[in-house]
């Protein structure tokens, strides 16, 4: 079999390179005392937010140059290094979105999309940006503009108050939490009195 058609056979994932450091980064925090970690006995730790992540995100690819211009010039303008800030000035009708994203190196970052395709008004800013803009992949979970005003005055151990980001870390926290409390429900029903069939 010629490499060519071993190449043919194989499915590429374009998200797969994210994917991976993400996975390499869950496995550092949960195997070493890493710096920035919570502590020890804490409920929740960093790789259990980089373990959920990895269960929620959603996978997209490239950025839609046309869409990010027209925010950039009717809208706001935004500025290069503050992708948090410029996405949530963003016109409110676009979602907020916060994960990884890669054109060369996964990097943390902030989005805006709509109907499904990403607006990113940081990256339409840098011109080897937009010249590969449909081959950039973003893997990211939508936070709602709700969670983001509720949190935007408060300190937390991953963001200081009256910063624009990142949301991502709380957010998860936020629904780890929502999901343990489901769970203990769950269980907690196992002892409910059954009802009594016809």
Request: hydrophobic fraction near 35%; include cysteine.
């Amino acid at each position: 079999m010629t490499t060519e058609a071993i190449t043919e056979d194989i499915e590429v994932n374009p998200h797969q390179g994210v994917i991976d450091y993400l996975e390499i980064q869950a496995k550092m925090y949960r195997e070493q005392n890493v710096w920035g970690d919570l502590p020890k006995d804490a409920p929740i730790r960093v790789a259990d937010i980089y373990d959920w992540f990895l269960k929620n995100a959603t996978p997209l690819t490239g950025m839609d140059v046309e869409l990010a211009d027209n925010q950039i010039n009717h809208y706001y303008q935004p500025e290069i290094k503050q992708c948090y800030y410029n996405s949530l000035m963003a016109h409110p009708d676009l979602e907020y979105w916060e994960g990884w994203a890669a054109g060369i190196i996964p990097l943390n970052h902030a989005w805006n999309v709509q109907d499904g395709t990403v607006v990113d008004t940081t990256w339409a800013l840098l011109e080897h940006q937009r010249e590969q803009a449909e081959h950039i992949v973003y893997l990211g979970i939508k936070i709602p503009r709700e969670f983001i005003v509720s949190q935007l005055n408060h300190d937390t151990h991953f963001r200081q108050a009256s910063y624009a980001g990142p949301f991502l870390w709380d957010y998860a926290v936020k629904c780890i939490i929502e999901e343990k409390k489901q769970n203990v429900k769950n269980c907690e029903s196992y002892f409910a009195p059954k009802e009594e069939s016809e």
